[in-house]
């Protein structure tokens, strides 16, 4: 009997084989992006984390998490209201990430320092604030890694007055090797089922990860890293050692 077209495994197959990919796909990427993070920390700088809608989820990937580096700041629309001043009923306005100075706004919110490094996360890396978010910070002379489907922000206009695409943009560009619109499993009425790019984006980050952090560990470089605040003491070592950064990592975002 044939295997269903919708199915736990038909999707567990799919994104395996998104997931090897990937991984064929990014080699050069995820070490140059490696080595971009390791400089940053190396220069006491901060990683920053930027996306909208279900990117997100990806920069949480990045930011303020057990296993992962320690100067990191997540940047999101709620910190309009968390540090802007903002009433929170701007949150509540569908369009606000395409108005016009948010990227800016956001931008002087989280201060960085000139050594720090961004990672902006868009799927389909046309959205005008993620284009926005991307200008400002080629503009102050930070590092920018995108992540991103090469396949989506090759099969669409972009969408910005400046006629770019993230990816035109950055000095690295990990391809999460998701097809145009995410989902893998077609229906049978059209359209498809089932978003992968969550699953390949969090595989790249934490490759990222492991090659920077072994990058400097081999320059005799101590790597800032949390362990699970649920493990005993963690919290406490944790909260230690971000004292090095105060000031400089935030954890909310919407």
Do not use: W
Not at 30 to 36: C, E, G, H, N, S
Not at 112 to 138: E, R, T, Y
Request: glycine share 10%.
């Amino acid at each position: 009997m044939a295997e269903p077209q919708l199915s736990a495994a038909r999707f567990a197959d799919e994104s395996r084989a998104a997931a090897d990919r990937a991984i064929e796909a990014n080699k050069a990427t995820v070490a140059a992006a490696a080595r971009l993070f390791a400089d940053c920390v190396a220069a006491d700088g901060v990683v920053h984390g930027f996306g909208t809608g279900h990117s997100q989820a990806t920069v949480l990937e990045i930011v303020g998490r057990a296993g992962g580096l320690i100067p990191t700041n997540r940047i999101g629309l709620a910190d309009l209201v968390l540090r802007g001043g903002e009433d929170r009923s701007v949150l509540a306005d569908p369009l606000l990430e395409r108005s016009p100075g948010l990227a800016r706004r956001l931008y002087e919110l989280a201060a960085p320092h000139p050594q720090d490094l961004f990672v902006i996360v868009s799927n389909s890396g046309v959205n005008n604030s993620v284009i926005d978010m991307a200008l400002l910070v080629k503009e102050a002379g930070h590092p920018l890694i995108a992540l991103t489907s090469l396949t989506h922000t090759r099969a669409v206009p972009a969408l910005h007055p400046s006629g770019e695409h993230l990816a035109d943009l950055a000095d690295a560009v990990l391809d999460n090797c998701a097809p145009a619109g995410d989902a893998l499993l077609p229906l049978p009425d059209g359209g498809a089922l089932c978003g992968v790019s969550t699953i390949t984006s969090a595989l790249l980050v934490q490759m990222v990860v492991a090659e920077a952090v072994g990058l400097l560990t081999a320059e005799g470089r101590q790597a800032p890293v949390y362990i699970s605040a649920n493990l005993p003491g963690g919290y406490e070592r944790n909260a230690l050692l971000e004292e090095h950064y105060a000031g400089r990592l935030h954890r909310g975002g919407f």
